[in-house]
């Protein structure tokens, strides 16, 4: 067993604890759906960014190859009639930054490109000035039957710089996959991604038959932007993002480099599979996902991931796939550091209530601990000093009053018991007990019947009316006839055994109370009374007499004076009451009796 005060701090310390826990797995719990559903809408709107660039792209080309096939370029016959076309190749690149070159392939086997010049590695591969905007690689036939090919600088102005004789000039467009058959007609076909060997980058090219159907026009389309929006949505430091097609060659990785494989002399070969990335974590994804294309979670090598794998439309009849992965842990890791900041503030909540509980506890408790020490006085009899145990607890307050209130009447009970005891004269004795009674409910007024001599009826021995003129005299009242087992009136229902009785006091009736009734409201005032009736019953359960404690009706506190802890104690000093008024008459008795033993 403990102190008060040890277990409110105990309760205290375990209710902050069970409160933070609570709070912060609550927290921890709604922060990781928040998360978790942020990290779904990250992926989403990426997803959603890759179609949009896909789809800008594939628009703003095809509008470009569609102008060019209706074009004069598409059945030029040579060099020099193409070359007027130039302008139109120029203003076709600048207004599309989705292209890298536009370029015609005709039927004879000749081929005509226009480059705009955008980065380092084309200014490289194509040996190009400084001051070179685009260059035009032609491939024609010469006047002996062969091919020959040649580079052609131009700067931003369109002005000539030089002619370089250019590579392979052996170069057929027939033989490339992006020359459409005549029999696709004009639409425009896609090829499948591979790598630009003058960029170092994958793109598809995208091309069409002319209007005269002599030529194939086509352009250039890198996709490494769909790289570069990978790198601006990871969501986590592990998380996997790849773009691939159907045979799972990479076509966008955040890391760029990663898409293209090289050969031992630095020059582009071909594309990377997802097998040849250094994380396997893409391939469980797949692994889990198989043709399902939905949001899955594995493990691997311990940790929970979170995937997703969700097709693109590259082209009417080409697809590509986006592939997420991410590992749980990195992307609640926002909720658990939330998390562990609520424990420790639960944690200094605990340090900074303990000092407060304890001096609360202590305030709680000091007021019990006094009336612990009252209670254990008052069961060694000293009742000298009242209680000092108040608090600003209200029950406690409580306490303290009615602990008091005990104890004044336990007080209170045994001098009135002493003081009935050791008095010698019997009418003091009476009005001493009629007094008592009155103050303790505070009646309006009091009477005190006592049984006659012959036993036969209750008779008036004491009246108390404060402030009331003049008294009746005590013959001026009516006698009550008392039969054990004959009259029904109140006075005689508690004479038979009742313990107490309370009764309305009626004046209209016509017996010994209802001319009582009356002589109580002339002196009262008040024709609406009520009346509690006490029995003086000694220890022989004989009743020597009958107290009665009338009050006006119409007193608000009427309910609190006569409730029943105040007519416990009237009850209990009538038992004492009626031993020393029994103890009188049995004195009495014995004193005339001598004294008529004398004579």
Same mark, same amino acid.
């Given at each position: 067993?403990?102190?008060?005060?040890?277990?409110?701090?105990?309760?205290?310390?375990?209710?902050?604890?069970?409160?933070?826990?609570?709070?912060?797995?609550?927290?921890?719990?709604?922060?990781?759906?928040?998360?978790?559903?942020?990290?779904?809408?990250?992926?989403?709107?990426?997803?959603?960014?890759?179609?949009?660039?896909?789809?800008?792209?594939?628009?703003?080309?095809?509008?470009?190859?569609?102008?060019?096939?209706? /074009?004069?370029?598409?059945?030029?016959?040579?060099?020099?009639?193409?070359?007027? =076309?130039? $302008?139109?190749?120029?203003?076709?690149?600048?207004? %599309?930054?989705?292209?890298?070159?536009?370029?015609?392939?005709?039927?004879?086997?000749?081929?005509?490109?226009?480059?705009?010049?955008?980065?380092?590695?084309?200014?490289? &591969?194509?040996?190009?000035?400084?001051?070179?905007?685009?260059?035009?690689?032609?491939?024609?036939?010469?006047?002996?039957?062969?091919?020959?090919?040649?580079?052609?600088?131009?700067?931003?102005?369109?002005?000539?710089?030089?002619?370089?004789?250019?590579?392979?000039?052996?170069?057929?467009?027939?033989?490339?996959?992006?020359?459409?058959?005549?029999?696709?007609?004009? #639409?425009?076909?896609?090829?499948?991604?591979?790598?630009?060997?003058?960029?170092?980058?994958?793109?598809?090219?995208?091309?069409?038959? *002319?209007?005269?159907? %002599? =030529?194939?026009? @086509?352009?250039?389309?890198?996709?490494?932007?769909?790289?570069?929006?990978?790198?601006?949505?990871?969501?986590?430091? #592990?998380?996997?993002?790849?773009? &691939?097609?159907?045979?799972?060659?990479?076509?966008?990785?955040?890391?760029?480099?990663?898409?293209?494989?090289? %050969?031992?002399?630095?020059?582009?070969?071909?594309?990377?599979?997802?097998?040849?990335?250094?994380?396997?974590?893409?391939?469980?994804?797949?692994?889990?996902?198989?043709?399902?294309?939905?949001?899955?979670?594995?493990?691997?090598?311990?940790?929970?991931?979170?995937?997703?794998?969700?097709?693109?439309?590259?082209?009417?009849?080409?697809?590509? =796939?986006?592939?997420? /992965?991410? $590992?749980?842990?990195?992307?609640?890791?926002?909720?658990?550091?939330?998390?562990?900041?609520?424990?420790?503030?639960?944690?200094?909540?605990?340090?900074?209530?303990? $000092?407060?509980?304890?001096?609360?506890?202590?305030?709680?408790?000091?007021?019990?601990?006094?009336?612990?020490?009252?209670?254990?006085?008052?069961?060694?009899?000293?009742?000298?000093?009242?209680?000092?145990?108040?608090?600003?607890?209200?029950?406690?307050?409580?306490?303290?009053?009615?602990?008091?209130?005990?104890?004044?009447?336990?007080?209170?009970?045994?001098?009135?018991?002493?003081?009935? @005891?050791?008095?010698?004269?019997?009418?003091?004795?009476?009005?001493?007990?009629?007094?008592?009674?009155?103050?303790?409910?505070?009646?309006?007024?009091?009477?005190?019947?006592?049984?006659?001599?012959?036993?036969? /009826?209750?008779? $008036?021995?004491?009246?108390?009316?404060?402030?009331?003129?003049?008294?009746?005299?005590?013959?001026?009242?009516?006698?009550?006839?008392?039969?054990?087992?004959?009259?029904?009136?109140?006075? *005689?229902?508690? /004479?038979?055994?009742?313990?107490?009785? #309370?009764?309305?006091?009626?004046?209209?009736?016509?017996?010994?109370?209802?001319?009582?009734?009356?002589?109580?409201?002339?002196?009262? =005032?008040?024709?609406?009374? *009520?009346?509690?009736?006490?029995?003086?019953?000694?220890?022989?359960?004989?009743?020597?007499?009958?107290?009665?404690?009338?009050?006006?009706?119409?007193?608000?506190?009427?309910?609190?004076?006569?409730?029943?802890?105040?007519?416990?104690?009237?009850?209990?000093?009538?038992?004492?009451?009626?031993?020393?008024?029994?103890?009188?008459?049995?004195?009495?008795?014995?004193?005339?009796?001598?004294?008529?033993?004398?004579?």
């Amino acid at each position: 067993r403990f102190p008060l005060h040890v277990h409110i701090s105990t309760l205290l310390a375990l209710l902050i604890v069970v409160s933070g826990g609570l709070i912060g797995w609550f927290n921890y719990r709604q922060t990781s759906k928040v998360v978790l559903s942020a990290a779904d809408r990250v992926f989403n709107e990426l997803f959603l960014k890759l179609q949009e660039d896909l789809e800008y792209r594939a628009r703003l080309s095809h509008v470009t190859v569609d102008m060019l096939a209706s /074009a004069s370029v598409a059945h030029a016959e040579d060099l020099e009639t193409r070359i007027d =076309s130039l $302008p139109l190749f120029a203003d076709a690149l600048e207004a %599309n930054g989705r292209l890298t070159s536009l370029y015609v392939g005709y039927e004879d086997g000749e081929f005509f490109q226009v480059v705009i010049l955008r980065s380092d590695a084309q200014r490289r &591969f194509y040996a190009a000035p400084d001051q070179a905007a685009y260059v035009v690689w032609s491939v024609e036939s010469n006047p002996v039957g062969g091919m020959e090919s040649h580079y052609l600088y131009f700067d931003q102005a369109m002005a000539a710089i030089n002619m370089e004789p250019g590579l392979a000039p052996d170069y057929d467009p027939r033989e490339r996959p992006w020359f459409v058959d005549r029999e696709l007609g004009h #639409s425009v076909h896609i090829t499948p991604p591979y790598v630009f060997i003058a960029l170092g980058q994958v793109g598809t090219t995208l091309s069409r038959r *002319s209007s005269r159907g %002599n =030529s194939v026009v @086509a352009g250039d389309a890198p996709l490494h932007r769909l790289s570069e929006i990978l790198a601006g949505h990871a969501v986590s430091q #592990s998380v996997e993002l790849a773009v &691939f097609d159907e045979q799972q060659r990479l076509i966008a990785y955040p890391d760029a480099k990663q898409v293209v494989k090289y %050969n031992a002399n630095g020059e582009p070969k071909g594309l990377k599979t997802l097998a040849e990335l250094d994380s396997p974590i893409l391939g469980d994804l797949l692994a889990q996902v198989g043709n399902s294309l939905e949001r899955v979670d594995f493990e691997q090598n311990g940790r929970l991931w979170k995937g997703s794998v969700r097709r693109l439309p590259l082209s009417d009849e080409r697809r590509i =796939s986006l592939a997420m /992965a991410a $590992p749980e842990r990195e992307l609640v890791a926002e909720a658990a550091a939330i998390r562990w900041q609520s424990l420790g503030v639960t944690g200094l909540l605990i340090l900074a209530a303990l $000092p407060f509980g304890w001096l609360t506890s202590k305030l709680l408790s000091t007021p019990l601990t006094r009336l612990a020490a009252e209670s254990r006085a008052i069961q060694q009899f000293e009742f000298a000093e009242p209680i000092q145990g108040h608090s600003a607890v209200l029950e406690i307050d409580q306490l303290a009053k009615a602990m008091d209130s005990a104890k004044q009447t336990i007080r209170n009970f045994l001098d009135l018991s002493v003081d009935l @005891a050791s008095e010698h004269r019997f009418e003091p004795l009476l009005e001493r007990v009629l007094d008592e009674s009155m103050e303790a409910v505070g009646a309006d007024a009091g009477l005190l019947y006592l049984l006659s001599e012959d036993e036969t /009826a209750f008779e $008036p021995a004491a009246i108390r009316v404060p402030g009331a003129t003049p008294i009746p005299a005590l013959a001026e009242l009516p006698s009550s006839s008392f039969q054990a087992h004959g009259a029904d009136d109140a006075l *005689s229902q508690v /004479a038979r055994g009742k313990t107490h009785m #309370s009764i309305e006091l009626a004046g209209n009736r016509n017996d010994a109370l209802g001319r009582l009734s009356r002589i109580l409201e002339q002196l009262l =005032s008040s024709e609406a009374l *009520s009346c509690q009736i006490v029995p003086l019953r000694t220890a022989r359960d004989d009743v020597v007499g009958l107290l009665m404690l009338v009050h006006r009706s119409d007193r608000v506190d009427l309910k609190q004076v006569t409730s029943e802890q105040r007519l416990a104690f009237v009850k209990a000093m009538a038992g004492v009451a009626a031993v020393a008024i029994d103890n009188q008459s049995l004195f009495k008795a014995q004193k005339e009796l001598l004294n008529a033993l004398i004579k």
